[in-house]
């Protein structure tokens, strides 16, 4: 598929974090911190093409500042914080984990379609100028849609078009940032 490449997301949170992630249930990992022995979803990565002059953090700070730009963005203020909880289109409740240098995180909350519990991590990188978007989503346990084979095709293929329309976004309005 043109433009869909799996790239590995770098797990350095502990950098830039604006909020810290909470206490995991006893002889649970902590999915809130990353997917290391949590249920794995997707990992999509995007070209958000050549801009030799603007950082990956500029380009995150672009989204998170101006999250009209996230193609389901509902009901959530222009610019999200670490800890803000909003609902996105759909009414789907969400809340945002983190907020570090080159990435955030939101947490799917109780009421969301695919269920409480779904971490989704958005990495920016930059390598030789080129930007790339790196789209990361894990569970602490399957939901009744992503524990099913046919519902997790079905997110996942929504999910690769929605984040795929967010990199064709970010590929322009990263010459803002």
């Known amino acids: 598929m043109p433009g869909f490449a799996a790239v590995p997301v770098a797990l350095a949170l502990c950098a830039g974090l604006l909020a810290g992630p909470a206490a995991p249930e006893a002889g649970r990992p902590d999915c809130r911190a990353g997917p290391a022995g949590c249920y ?7 070209s958000l093409g050549l801009h030799p002059f603007t950082g990956a953090h500029a380009v995150r700070e672009q989204l998170t500042d101006h999250f009209w730009l996230f193609p389901v963005s509902g009901g959530c203020p222009s610019r999200i914080r670490a800890g ?19 990435f955030f995180q939101i947490n799917t909350l109780p009421g969301h379609q695919l269920g409480r519990g779904m971490h989704i991590r958005f990495a920016f990188s930059r390598t ?25 095709g079905v997110n996942s293929a929504f999910a690769w078009g929605t984040w795929r329309a967010l990199a064709q976004t970010l590929r322009f309005s990263a010459y803002a940032a």
Do not use: K, M
């Open 84 to 102: 803000a909880r909003c609902e996105l289109l759909g009414g789907n409740p969400v809340e945002v984990e983190y907020i570090g240098n080159d």
């Open 40 to 46: 794995g979803l997707y990992t999509y990565g995007y």
């Open 128 to 152: 030789l100028g080129f930007h790339t978007l790196t789209v990361r989503a894990w569970q602490d346990r399957p939901s009744d849609c992503t524990g099913e084979v046919f519902c997790n």
